[in-house]
């Protein structure tokens, strides 16, 4: 083998094993959401089967399953919204802060959203329900969500802003520019990046939590995608393991398709604080 | 291709099918967007349509296994009722293993759903909910007495309080392979025939089935397991007395019983990976409610025939059973509509035999007046899945072998907690796991369990 044609598979060496123990979960997850129900424990039928997409009107015609996804994504715009208006000009501010106050207060922040849901999901109960008047509201979610969105967006945004050379809002302020618009016209636009790894990784941990969603909402027709498939796809020990495929898979592939379409600015937005 | 990458034609590759993915990406975020300008997202529960009911009442329960009997609840039950009574019942339905983290957030917000039902007797919120004797009173005046389990397992003697009621309880059989076991010469009708048949059926393939994880399941196999050893948690006075030679020696067993004959699957399990071990044609014998059965005949899995049920095995000191689980609904001190939940609790728990039924005989009534077992003995030989009349045996289960969690004192604040800390799939997991010894796992484990009970001791409830 040439030393160009091991150049050239090297990274394919790398890449392609990864990609196969990434992806297998998904393949797995559409096998399995078309299979017949009791064709899914028989071990003989793994790769031989009768393909049907019951499942998937099971989920569409039997469940709340459309709802679950507007419901979803209703409330993660809304907090992807929230925490953009809050952390966009609390990073900047904490970025701006020299010396220990910013630090300590960043870190500060940064440890709030150390603390798990489930330490604080009965206090929250309380203040939902008793002082709120909120319960089993999607507005529930919508006031709690951001309380572990914000403080990762502003420790986020933070390391970003602080990559932008203080000298261009300078020259934007010479320029008769008041602060806020050099934050508008000069920062934020050069921190796309950030802020949309911010948009998504915000709208990713909005729909994939599960304690708040439960705890607080409970009628069915409020109900978000991981809150509505454990509860309505499982009936006491009965797994509707197609059903349930079917519902993870539809979310993950418009996520996966976003992801993928950001891909180089996510990562240019996680890593933007880290190379100076 | 790849070693172009700082080419310009590849770089012209990259960008395409960025665009084509963006694009679709986009797409898909419209699609979403678009979906959340629905305006009912917000919306709150359909009441009857031209009927303005004067009263409220707030149900929340499991997700029961078989979807019949929400079938029923939902659709026929509650609307009958609510009819009957001008009352809006709306009824939410979480997955089991939900509802105790549901019922911790609706005691901390004090604010929740009118009735709340759980598997298990929830006697540590005992000052949180009503005193539930009147609805007692109520049914057996028109049903006759609370079974024994019920009473055992809803009632502080102590304080004198009924904290819940139960409405229905299900048996806890095991179900076991009829064709694996008979092709070794064997049968699980006590618990040493099951130590010396797992090695062999673990060789063929089909190991024992018995969890040691921290779910329902294996708390209620490995509590029922022990006292067929004579190894009880508390006394009739409710006092701890874990710490037993029988306990130790119970303990012993089951480490053989894992070594011998399953595998270390069974120390992550959740309530349905038994159930999913049989299913998948892998598991010899489980303990499990019916549901185990029925899914398999429901899905026509080739071996549901062979599927068997027998009461649990017998133990040195006997054969003694839970209850798989014990359906129990409490009515919290802060429920808005107290008199409808009582009434709606009472009617349902008189009205039991269209429940049992419903649930294809899982439910069984917690007042045993409101459906005979003379009456389910006849249903369940109605039955026609094969082996015919096996669903017969449940009566006999139930009556004989079927007792509260905390046999034979009662169900308490202490026990419990114990349970729901899933102390005793702990201390058999342990032994199993190779950590300590039978001695100094049950040793600890009784430490711990006499903490709790000096606990609830001083808070006047045991």
Redesign the interface.
Known sequence: MSA?LR??LF??AIAVPFAVVLGFPFLWMAITSLKP??QV???TKVWHFHPTLASYGFLLHHTDY??W???S??VG?AVVVITLVVAMPAGYALARLAGRVGRTLGVAIFLTYLVPPTLL???L??V???YLHL?????SLIVVYPSFTIPFAIWLLMGFFKTIPQELEDAALIDGCSRIGALVRIVFPISLPGILTVVIFTFSLVVNEF?YA???I?????RTVPVGV???L??????NWPGIMAAILIPS??LA??Y???LNRFIAGFTGGAFR | MGQETDGPVASSDRLTRRELLRKAGAGAVAIGVAGTAVPYSFAGPLRYKGRDLKGDLTIIQWVHFVPAYDEWFDKTWCPQWGQKNDVQVNVEHINNTLLDTRAAAEVAAQSGHDLFFNLHPMASYEDQVINHASIVHEIESKVGKYGELGRLSTYNPKTKKYFAVSDNYVPDPVVWRHDLWNDIGESPATWDHVRKAAPKLKAKGHPIGIGQSQEVDSNMALMAFLMCFGGFIQDEHNRPTLYSKHTVEAVQFMTDIYKRGEDSTIFGWNPASNNNYLYAGTASLILNAISATRTPESLNLPFSDELWIWPIPAGPHGRIGLEHVMGCYNIWKFSKNKENAEKFLADLCINYKAATTASQLYNFPSFPGAFPFAGIRKAAAADSHKPHGKYSILTTIAQRYTHNIGYPGTTNAAMDEVFSKYLIPQMFARVSQGKATANESVRDTMSVVKNIYAKWRKRGKI
């Not at chain 1, 319960?135 to 507005?139: A, E, G, P, V």
């Not at chain 1, 409970?218 to 409020?222: A, G, M, R, T």
């Open positions: 160009a150049h050239k990274p394919y129900e009791y424990y028989d071990p459309l709802r996804v507007r419901n994504c209703l715009l999901f009965l206090p109960s309380r939902v329900a008793q319960s089993d509201r999607l507005w304690v439960i705890t607080f409970s009628s069915s027709s409020n454990p509860t309505d499982i009936r006491g020990d009965l797994y592939i418009p398709l976003v993928n379409a950001f």
